[in-house]
């Protein structure tokens, strides 16, 4: 079973930058389409960005493409993002995830691992 620890969350001004990573355990990570979601207090969990298996396909959400990076290193088990320009959102939780499917996964239920969530604040 493939576990997944995130790391790189922290406070920051709006305008900055972090960089998100993930860290898999196991050997079957390559076999998994990886993907960030994000939280906020009081709504649903949404998917930022994914990357296919390969690494050579990715998708992002409409309120951070241009802005935020995703990628993959099948060598080391690790999927990161880097986040630029971030926005005075607030606190949000951000959570790195991975599915077998074979078709886009954009729905929380759609993804088999899950990470405990790294905690990102941005402030004005």
């Known amino acids: 079973q493939v576990q997944l620890l995130e790391s790189g969350g922290g406070l920051v ?3 900055g930058s972090l960089r998100l990573s993930c860290a898999a ?3 079957t990570f390559s076999t ?3 993907g960030w979601f ?7 969990r949404e998917l930022v960005a994914r990357i296919s298996r ?3 396909v990715t998708f992002y959400a409409d309120s951070v493409k241009g802005r935020f990076t995703i990628s993959r290193d099948n060598a ?8 630029s320009s971030l926005k005075p959102d607030g606190t949000t939780d951000y959570y790195c995830a991975g599915d077998r499917g074979a078709l886009l996964a954009t729905k929380p239920s759609e993804y088999e691992l899950w990470g405990q969530g790294t905690h990102v ?3 004005a």
């Open 32 to 34: 998994y389409a990886m």
């Open 76 to 83: 080391t088990n690790t999927v990161s993002m880097q986040m």
């Open 121 to 123: 604040a941005v402030s």
């Open 13 to 15: 001004q709006a305008g």
């Open 54 to 56: 390969g690494g050579g």
């Open 25 to 27: 355990s196991g050997q």
């Open 38 to 44: 994000r939280q906020s207090p009081g709504k649903e």
